[in-house]
């Protein structure tokens, strides 16, 4: 390649957005707006803001040619790019203790080994980062552009526990960088993986009065548990929480919540929902998730799933033969799945609940998005009668936008290989809608 800044590569233009129209391809990269070279979608957001923006385009053999773009103030222009990120994602640099990317295992594709800490990604979907690599630079460019919020692995405010739990040097001044940040304007999200014996216990509770000391620009703290998989040859000795010390910690936090709703009107410190799953507690009723501000984090995924199952209908009523039907889940969700699905079964079927053992990360893995394929079909073989027999499979388990399992299995490597018919359920609503009316033709 004939360029040395870095290249925006367009997977595709949106049929008649105003790049189409202007005759950009897909293919070509963007080098410039208005003679402003970018870094990122949140770079090209602000240069594509005006109403006519001239666009800088390279293609693969090192020319450039410029396009005039006409359109409606703050109006996208309609590219499609392989990554937000034009000029590298910022990698992680630390070597957490608990880290999940240390234990996958191997063979898988090469984007479930990527460890990113970079700010923009953390502005622009959620993700969490550390902020161990943050420049000054980095600080000017989130104030000025008010890159809010931002979403911060905090796990201990020790600031000698931090470093070693991180295994980063620079990593102890984490209350001196929120303090940064929230002092800026910048409102945080943080999180907690919370690890038993090292940073729970009074440790957690310094966290929490550290954090909370920051509120209201700290807008929320999640506490999670440590995921632990099968491959951890040479990695830190961690072990899980036991049922009676995740109740310890629901019971700790609830009085902290509480305390919390009088002070600033709302809980602040949110449970990841494995913990009231392991210590056999009901989950918190929606009032008590304020709304959910951290979701995607795992924190109310239960609770949300149970009021979209309510707020479905119950779907209309099919003739014909209703040979039984199983939905597929892992342990976890199949201890919240199986009275719902039981309970809703029409006159003249059988519907179960097949809880998916993971051997493939460890039966210490116990959430739904992390089955394969296989374990899925060895499942099936293990209980299935013969008959005929439908399957329903979680959607969550499936990589975004395909029928692919973490292994590389497929929905119908599964249907073939169970010779059951196969469907895939996305949502609550939509594994109400099968169960009422699919029907399993003989």
């Known amino acids: 390649m004939a360029f040395e800044r870095p290249l925006t590569y367009i997977a595709s233009v949106k049929p008649g957005s105003p790049a189409d129209r202007a005759g950009v391809r897909a293919g070509e990269y963007l080098l410039a707006i208005d003679d402003q070279h970018l870094q990122d979608i949140i770079d090209l957001s602000f240069a594509a803001a005006e109403p006519v923006v001239v666009l800088t385009l390279g293609q693969e053999d090192g020319a450039e040619r410029q396009v005039t773009v006409e359109k409606e103030i703050d109006e996208e222009l309609g590219l499609v790019f392989d990554s937000a990120v034009f000029d590298k994602i910022r990698s992680c640099a630390n070597r957490c203790l608990f880290c999940f990317v240390d ?65 980063h040097a620079g990593a102890g001044n984490i209350v001196d960088r929120l303090k940064t940040l929230t002092q800026a304007g910048i409102a945080i999200h943080t999180q907690i993986v919370l690890c038993p014996g090292l940073n729970d216990g009074e440790e957690l509770a310094k966290t929490y009065a550290d954090l909370l000391a920051l509120a209201p620009q700290v807008l929320s703290m999640a506490i999670v548990p440590v995921g632990l998989t099968k491959f951890r040859d040479g990695l830190h000795p961690l072990r899980t929480f036991t049922p009676q010390e995740a109740a310890a910690i629901i019971d700790q936090v609830f009085a902290w919540q509480e305390a919390c709703r009088k002070k600033l009107g709302k809980g602040f410190v949110y449970l990841g929902d494995e913990f009231y799953l392991r ?8 009032a008590e998730y304020d709304g959910f501000p951290q979701l995607e984090n795992g924190i109310g995924l239960v609770r949300s799933f149970l009021m979209d199952w309510q707020a479905a209908p119950a779907g209309g009523e099919r003739n014909g033969d209703r040979p039984p039907i199983a939905v597929l889940a892992g342990v976890s969700a199949a201890t919240v799945l199986s009275p719902l699905v039981e309970a809703a079964a029409r006159p003249g079927r059988e519907q179960v609940v097949w809880p998916v053992t993971n051997r493939f990360f460890g039966e210490l893995i116990t959430v739904t998005g992390l089955l394969t394929g296989r374990d899925i079909i060895d499942t099936v073989k293990l209980h299935k009668e013969n008959g005929e027999m439908g399957l329903i499979l979680p959607g969550l388990a499936l990589r975004n936008g ?5 292994d590389g299995l497929s929905v119908e490597d599964v249907e073939r290989e169970t010779g059951c018919p196969v469907r895939v359920a996305y949502s609550a609503r939509e594994l109400k809608r099968l169960l009422s009316e699919w029907e399993v033709r003989r």
Not at 115 to 138: A, E, V
Not at 279 to 286: L, M, S, T
């Open 279 to 286: 210590a056999g507690r009901p989950i918190p009723p929606e």
């Open 103 to 167: 234990q996958m295992a191997p063979g898988l594709r090469e984007s479930l080994y990527v460890k990113d800490d970079d700010y923009r990604l953390s502005f622009l979907y959620g993700n969490f980062i550390t902020l161990t690599n943050f420049t000054d630079y980095d600080l000017q460019r989130v104030v000025g552009m008010n890159l809010s919020p931002l979403y911060v692995s905090v796990h201990t405010t020790n600031p000698a526990l931090r470093v070693k739990m991180l295994n």
């Open 402 to 406: 395909t029928q692919l399992f973490l």
